[in-house]
């Protein structure tokens, strides 16, 4: 079973830093789409940013330039770079993966536009907390 735990969310204030931090309890080379959602409160849950398996990556138009998505197999560790941090930004962000099981992957497409993206997407870690103020 594939269990994902969030880290590195807190409070800051606005045009701070903050490394979110996504581990992982299966070898995410065999994932084929990695993904950062974020959810703020009264809202609809949102896609942030992708990272597929050759390394391609999408952003939501409101974090582009700001955020940058990375992972590292060696550690098994997503990661979401965040900068220019708004207040608009505070919300709860969970990380989500597919995974590979020999041929089969539960994922066929990797990009936060694509409106079934979170349904290809299995695991999901609880959230981390980020509270932007101004």
């Known amino acids: 079973q594939m269990q994902l735990v969030e880290s590195g969310g807190g409070s800051v204030q606005a045009g701070d830093s903050l490394k979110l931090s996504c581990g992982a309890s299966?070898?995410?080379?065999?994932?084929?789409?990695m993904a950062w959602f974020r959810q703020a409160p009264g809202e609809e849950r949102e896609g942030v940013a992708t990272i597929d398996s050759d390394g391609t990556t999408t952003y939501a138009d409101s974090v582009k330039g700001r955020f940058t998505i990375s992972k590292d197999n060696a550690n098994n560790t997503l990661y979401l770079e965040m900068n220019s941090l708004r207040p608009e930004d505070t919300a709860l962000y969970y990380c989500?993966?597919?995974?590979?099981?020999?041929?089969?992957?539960?994922?066929?497409?990797?990009?936060?536009?694509?409106?079934?993206?979170?349904?290809?997407?299995?695991?999901w870690g609880e959230g981390t907390l980020v509270n932007i103020s101004s």
């Open positions: 299966k070898d995410t080379s065999r994932s084929y789409c």
């Open positions: 989500a993966t597919d995974f590979c099981d020999g041929d089969y992957c539960a994922a066929d497409y990797c990009a936060v536009d694509h409106w079934g993206l979170q349904y290809g997407l299995d695991y």
